[in-house]
Nanobody, 121 residues
Framework: QVQLVESGGGLVQAGGSLRLSCAVS????????MGWYRQAAGKERDMVAQ????????DYADFVKGRSTLSFDNAKNTVYLQMNSLKPEDTSVYYC??????????????WGQGIQVTVSS
């Protein structure tokens, strides 16, 4: 079974910073893609940032570009999202995902349970 464990959310004042972490574990090879989406109440889920491991391609949504940095730790199979200059509109539930290949073969995508980020004005 593949698990994603998220951490690092919470309440922060506008202008502050948070670092979200997401560790993937299970009988898989190294994931070939990981990233974060977010979903505010009553809204659709939007991509925030993602990394494609081959080529180390990192993509950011326009609403976080310049304020956030995505990184991946190979040894820990963990992706980090450093978010700075947070705004009240960043308030959402943030979901981590991983695209991976099972060690026995076959591909799939797993999602974390979601973590709340609240930015107060």
């Amino acid at each position: 079974q593949v698990q994603l464990v998220e951490s690092g959310g919470g309440l922060v004042q506008a202008g502050g910073s948070l670092r979200l972490s997401c560790a993937v574990s299970g009988s898989i090879f190294r994931p070939y893609g990981m990233g974060w989406y977010r979903q505010a109440a009553g809204k659709e889920r939007d991509m925030v940032a993602q990394i494609i491991m081959s080529g180390s391609i990192i993509d950011y949504a326009d609403f976080v570009k310049g304020r956030s940095t995505l990184s991946f730790d190979n040894a820990k199979n963990t992706v980090y999202l450093q978010m700075n200059s947070l705004k009240p509109e960043d308030t959402s539930v943030y979901y981590c995902y991983a695209d991976f290949v099972y060690s026995r073969g076959g591909r799939n995508t797993a999602w974390g349970q979601g973590i709340q980020v609240t930015v107060s004005s």
